[in-house]
């Protein structure tokens, strides 16, 4: 599995882990909602900075979304 597949994979079961909408979570780091999509479909690669922001809406460590 691709890097890219694993995060959205991650990012997508805690987003739903904390009852949180792609929309709600879109809106927290200031993304789009078809970009948050696209990344938990593991069809965009997010920057640094991106998993970064993510991981800290999510309350999670960065690291943590980018683990198999």
Known sequence: MKLAQIFGKNVRRVRAEKGMTIEGLANEV???YSYVGELQRGKRNPTLKVVERIAGALG???V???RE
Do not use: F
Request: aromatic share 0%; net charge neutral; glycine share 12%.
């Open 30 to 32: 200031g993304l789009s």
């Open 64 to 66: 943590d979304l980018l």
């Open 60 to 62: 999670v460590r960065a």
